[in-house]
């Protein structure tokens, strides 16, 4: 296993169009994360998934975001009618947690998204 | 609410001199604290991590981090720094609740000059 992965690498998309990125964790991994990272600031939590179920959404995930993560393998992210703010490095991590057993989040290399 | 600082944007540093990036934190509970490194157009690569037991932790790379309970702070360190080690350094606390969640400073710029 080489991590987790995730695709496109890079995505530049006119403002308004629809854009969706993948991301594929560590296969074991139960639990999966997206952030979104800006020039200058830190990663900041959008959503998570523990095995298929989406448990948590953070504020900054407008109605225009969606996630999945069908059979709780791999998981979309989906951004509707994308505007100029959406510009930023999107970043998925996974991680195992079971009973008695929890690894540190491992981060995939991001889809840099720009809207023009 | 949970939260970090980092309060340097950037640390410049000679190569072979020691290093330090620092971080502060707030949290309710007992503290859960990474630090990751992330090197130009790649993703954060875990360093170490702090969650019970021994306040110096080693990592990857030789660096290493001070637990300080009294100052809420847990600095990153390594003796002797290499231009490689050039990079933006990210301290992170942990949501101590169901979700596990990162919740990341603004990012530490390390310069290493040759």
């Known amino acids: 296993d080489t991590g987790v992965s995730q695709n496109p690498r890079h995505k530049i998309t006119k403002r308004g169009q629809n854009v969706t990125f993948r991301c594929d964790p560590i296969?074991?991994?139960?639990?999966l994360y997206w952030y979104r990272q800006t020039l200058g600031q830190g990663p900041e939590f959008l959503t998570y998934?523990?095995?298929?179920?989406?448990?948590?959404k953070s504020r900054l995930l407008s109605d225009r975001f969606s996630a999945e993560r069908p059979k709780g393998s791999f998981s979309t992210l989906e951004i509707q009618r994308t505007e100029q703010g959406d510009s930023a490095m999107y970043l998925c991590?996974?991680?195992?947690?079971?009973?008695?057993?929890?690894?540190?989040?491992?981060f995939g290399q991001g889809t840099r998204l720009t809207v023009v | 609410a949970q939260s970090v600082a980092q309060p340097e944007d950037q640390v410049n540093v000679a190569e072979g001199n020691p290093l330090t990036v620092k971080c502060t934190y707030s949290?309710?509970?007992?503290?859960?604290l990474f630090w990751y490194v992330q090197y130009p157009n790649r993703g954060l690569q875990f360093l170490l991590k702090?969650?019970?037991?021994?306040?110096l932790v080693k990592g990857s790379y030789g660096f290493e981090a001070e637990f300080n309970k009294s100052q809420t702070s847990f600095h990153l360190k390594k003796p002797s720094a290499l231009v490689s080690d050039s990079a933006l350094y990210f301290c992170?606390?942990?949501?101590?609740?169901?979700?596990?969640?990162?919740?990341f400073g603004t990012g530490t710029r390390l310069q290493v000059f040759p």
């Open positions: 296969s074991e991994h139960n639990r």
């Open positions: 949290v309710s509970g007992n503290p859960y």
């Open positions: 998934f523990q095995n298929e179920a989406q448990l948590e």
């Open positions: 702090y969650i019970t037991g021994d306040n």
């Open positions: 991590a996974s991680s195992l947690s079971l009973a008695g057993a929890r690894t540190e989040a491992f």
């Open positions: 992170a606390v942990r949501d101590p609740h169901n979700t596990d969640k990162l919740i």
